[in-house]
């Protein structure tokens, strides 16, 4: 039975640490994603919120073309392709679409719709688009989505979501993770 999942992209399809390298290099730093315990990247880097905020907004471009992949995504989302309908719904800026339809293309990632939201807040993006499922990695999200949508929701696992989940929220710790708990729960 085709469903139409809702999909994060940062942190999510890329690689949780995608965007330490480049931390590390713009602060002169050498933060490892264990490091990371919240999500909110101005608590590991410490630097006024305002020259955090200027840095992340002039090396978005960058960062988001040369993020890696998350293991196991391209395989399983090539596979849930050809089963489903995936719609990447992510808190980037709608000015970055272009840059985001790029990197799928060279990534030979497939899509049925691309939303950039300029906001974490997923929940009305997701019941406009009626997804019946959603992968995050923020867990707030998660958990959200999860309350107001009624759907499934799964969390994929990192340092920085630890806090307790609701059933419903399923924590998953890679790409083949959540296709295991993606065919038991299309059963």
Known sequence: MRKRFGIDIDGTVTCPSALLPFINEG???NITLADV??????????????????WFIENEPIIYEKSPLAEGAEKILTKWKNEHELFFIS???PHLLENTKKWFSRKGLSYNHIEL??????????KRH??????????????????ECDIPVLLFNTPYNQDPIPKGVVRVNNWYEANNWVENWLR
């Open 91 to 93: 808190a980037r800026g």
């Open 117 to 126: 939201i300029g906001s974490h807040d997923k929940v009305s993006t997701a």
């Open 130 to 147: 009626e997804v019946d499922i959603f992968l995050e990695d923020k867990h707030d999200n998660a958990v959200m989505i999860h309350e």
């Open 37 to 54: 315990k919240e999500y909110d990247l101005n608590k590991v880097v410490k630097v006024p919120e305002e020259r955090f905020a200027k």
């Open 27 to 29: 602060f002169g730093l």
